[in-house]
């Protein structure tokens, strides 16, 4: 396995501007998650997909995000409309699921709204 | 709603100390129990994990953590810190039919020579 893999790592973007963000699960995991992280807490839960169905959406996902699995293989999540509040850390994790479920997380990418 | 605390939001031991990190958890059925650790930069490394059976769990680099039902607590443990330790500790409790993690806040180790 190559790991869970995030791109970009940083992205600076000024406010009002869309930003999109890719995640490449480990290969056959069918379940991939999007969690946001801002400084000093831990990860919030955004949204899951079990293969190209997006299952739950929290209420931290407002309109101006949308996130997509085409095919059930890499997710992208795009922001439109960049607030500085949306400025935090971006985390992917996939799982095989089952009863185990072991999420494995990338490395983030983070988010800077100025 | 399901929720993790962890009190500490920074702890301080010394290098070849004993470290217990604590993480008490709110949920209603039987919790899948989580202990990840992030270093600056990098994503979330599981340590361990409870699901059934056995209270005391093994993890990685040393790492153990015991369940408590009777106090709704996970609480993180090693008999000696290294230096490489240092870093934020978070703990989880699965939650759902997707099973998302609900995080606690995290605690900041640092370990002083």
């Known amino acids: 396995d190559t790991g869970v893999s995030q791109n970009p790592r940083h992205k600076i973007t000024k406010r009002g501007q869309n930003v999109t963000f890719r995640c490449d699960p480990i290969s056959e995991h069918n379940r991939l998650y999007w969690y946001r992280q801002t400084l000093g807490q831990g990860p919030e839960f955004l949204t899951y997909?079990?293969?190209?169905?997006?299952?739950?959406k929290s209420r931290l996902l407002s309109d101006r995000f949308s996130a997509e699995r085409p095919k059930g293989s890499f997710s992208t999540l795009e922001i439109q409309r960049t607030e500085q509040g949306d400025s935090a850390m971006y985390l992917c994790a996939s799982t095989s699921g089952g009863t185990l479920n072991i999420q494995y997380f990338g490395a983030g990418t983070r988010l800077s709204v100025l | 709603a399901q929720s993790v605390t962890q009190p500490d939001i920074h702890i301080t031991v010394s290098e070849g100390a004993s470290l217990e990190l604590r993480c008490n958890y709110s949920y209603g059925a039987t919790p899948y129990l989580f202990w990840y650790v992030q270093s600056p930069g990098q994503g979330l490394q599981l340590l361990l994990k409870y699901f059934s059976g056995d209270t005391l769990v093994q993890g990685i680099k040393g790492f153990e953590a015991e369940f408590k039902r009777s106090q709704s607590s996970f609480n993180l443990r090693k008999p000696s810190v290294h230096w490489s330790d240092a870093a934020e500790y978070f703990c989880?409790?699965?939650?759902?039919?997707?099973?998302?993690?609900?995080f606690g806040a995290g605690t900041i180790l640092r370990v002083k020579s």
């Open positions: 989880a409790v699965g939650e759902g039919y997707g099973n998302k993690l609900v």
């Open positions: 997909f079990q293969n190209e169905a997006q299952l739950e």
